[in-house]
């Protein structure tokens, strides 16, 4: 289930079941903006950072809680609402895991003793906390963020890394770190996947090489392909047009620019290029899926 915001909002929601879903938050603008959702006191909250900062803003704006990159930000208080009221950065991002405290339960029934909140003397008191976010949390969230599954999986495959997400997060040994992907374990490493990332979509028109990219992010060609498909689930162009052909459609569907703008911004040289790869993605061209998209609303 997506939000209602308009066609370039930052914020997608993707409901999992029954009082379980995920929000992915994304401000790719040079402005900060705002983020409100009235959630209720039966749900407890997890917030990560994987790019930029927000501000979590409380009691009417009177209080501010920052959080910075790879940080993570628990709520959770039973005796009061805690609706959502950020403002996201310029070029930030976040993955936010929102479920009620009945479904939290269920992951953990057998496990609670290691969860401070759950225990009898704390079930009815609020609980905020901040974490760093280790490298196997970090490439889980990344996996969450960036993925090119078939629609028809795409909702099972997130759930399955939100479990894995919520088991990291509470995992008492360290010692997972190391097991879940011994070529980000240094997170050097991660690092520098994270840099080429941003770097082919940022030159998005114009990407670099492969070898370019490489030099650039300071790491041999075999360690970036073997990273960036750990990492992103991808290999580095197949997730750059699939970034590509996302952020096209949003443009298109904004009504701001014509199809030859399109493709000029997302590196095609001429509009039938750019028709023949929207094409291939969406199954229907341009014309046609704003079209369609038209007659449904």
Avoid at 37 to 44: P, Q, R
Avoid at 53 to 66: I, K, R, T
Avoid at 125 to 150: D, F, G, R, T, W
Wanted: aromatic letters at 12%.
């Amino acid at each position: 289930m997506e939000d209602k915001n308009n066609a370039l909002s930052p914020f997608e929601e993707i409901y999992l079941e029954e009082g379980f879903y995920v929000l992915k938050i994304q401000n790719n603008s040079p402005l900060p903006q705002k983020l409100t959702k009235a959630i209720d006191s039966t749900y407890i909250q997890f917030h990560f950072c994987l790019k930029g900062s927000a501000d979590f803003l409380f009691n009417e704006g009177s209080y501010s809680l920052p959080v910075s990159e790879e940080q993570s930000l628990l709520l959770y208080n039973t005796q009061k609402d805690l609706p959502l009221n950020a403002v996201l950065q310029p070029n930030a991002w976040m993955f936010s895991v929102v479920m009620t405290l009945r479904k939290f339960h269920t992951l953990f029934s057998r496990e609670a003793h290691i969860i401070p909140f759950l225990s009898n003397e704390n079930k009815d008191k609020k609980y905020y906390a901040q974490e760093a976010v280790s490298p196997s949390i970090a490439v889980v969230i990344s996996q969450l963020m960036y993925n090119s599954l078939h629609s028809n999986i795409k909702d099972l495959y997130i759930k399955a890394k939100v479990y894995e997400l919520m088991a990291l997060y509470f995992n008492v040994s360290e010692e997972a770190d190391t097991a879940q992907c011994p070529f980000l374990v240094d997170e050097d490493n991660l690092k520098r996947i994270r840099k080429a990332k941003e770097i082919v979509v940022s030159r998005m028109a114009e990407p670099p090489t492969l070898t370019e990219l490489s030099q650039e992010i300071g790491l041999s060609l075999k360690k970036l392909k073997e990273g960036f498909k750990q990492v992103y689930g991808d290999s580095v162009y197949s997730f750059l047009f699939d970034y590509k052909m996302e952020y096209g459609r949003k443009l298109l569907v904004s009504g701001a620019y014509n199809v030859n703008e399109v493709g000029l911004k997302i590196g095609y040289s001429t509009a039938s290029h750019y028709i023949a790869a929207f094409k291939k993605k969406y199954g229907t061209t341009p014309k046609k899926y704003l079209t369609a998209a038209a007659s449904a609303v």
